[in-house]
Each structure stands twice: as structure tokens, then as C-alpha cells.
């Protein structure tokens, strides 16, 4: 079973940093593995943040210079580093893996459970 368990979130000031954390396990992670932070602020919708394939990654306009994916295949492990923090970067963080489960042809989406982010003025 495909398990992603994030951590990592939690209230901050502006300008501030939180490094969320993304546990993988039931699959073996390597680089064929997409991998993708989301985020939902209130009342808006699921938007993507940033997002790595292979060695290439993105990450949107608002948050580039700021934020940082990354991913360490030896811990089973991805990352979104976030550093001078705003307000408007308050939301639930979720993360997503692409992967086949063992014993599985098709390529499905995972997702974490979220964990809040909350940026104070």
C-alpha cells in the first residue's frame, strides 16, 4: 500500500521559513517518480506549487526564488523548502507522488494527508 505522510507545517511570521517534509513507503521511490506540492488557501481551489520530474523541476511564479523542491531517494523522502514567507502563502500543503504500486501496470496519483501552513503580518 502506497503511504504518503507529510510533516513539517505550522504557524509562522512573515518572512519566516518551514521545511514540509513527505514520507514515502509501499513503493519504490527513484527518479521515475513525479513528485508535486499542491496548495489550498481558503475558499480557493487546489493549485500547484511546485513540482520536479527526473531532474527538471518548477515551480510557480509566486513562489519562485523563495521555495525549493527537492527529494532524497535514499530516505524515501521529498521536500518543499519555504523561505521568506508571506501571508497570501497561508493554505494546506499537500504533496503527490506519481507511481506504480508493486505488482501494478498503471501509473495513479498519491496523496498526503496536508498539513497547514499559516503566515502571520
Known amino acids: 500500500q502506497v503511504q504518503l505522510v507529510e510533516s513539517g507545517g505550522g504557524a509562522v511570521q512573515t518572512g519566516g521559513s518551514l521545511k514540509l517534509s513527505c514520507a514515502v513507503s509501499g513503493v519504490t521511490f527513484s527518479s521515475d517518480n513525479a513528485i508535486t506540492w499542491y496548495r489550498q488557501a481558503p475558499g480557493k481551489q487546489r493549485s500547484l506549487v511546485a513540482a520536479m520530474a527526473g531532474d527538471t523541476t518548477s515551480h510557480v511564479e509566486s513562489v519562485v526564488g523563495r521555495f525549493t523542491i527537492s527529494r532524497d531517494i535514499a530516505k524515501n523522502m521529498f521536500y518543499l523548502q519555504m523561505n521568506s514567507l508571506k501571508p497570501e502563502d497561508t493554505a494546506v500543503y499537500f504533496c503527490?507522488?506519481?507511481?506504480?504500486?508493486?505488482?501494478?501496470?498503471?501509473?495513479?496519483?498519491?496523496w498526503g494527508q496536508g498539513t497547514q501552513v499559516t503566515v502571520s503580518s
Open positions: 503527490k507522488l506519481r507511481a506504480r504500486a508493486p505488482g501494478q501496470n498503471d501509473w495513479s496519483d498519491y
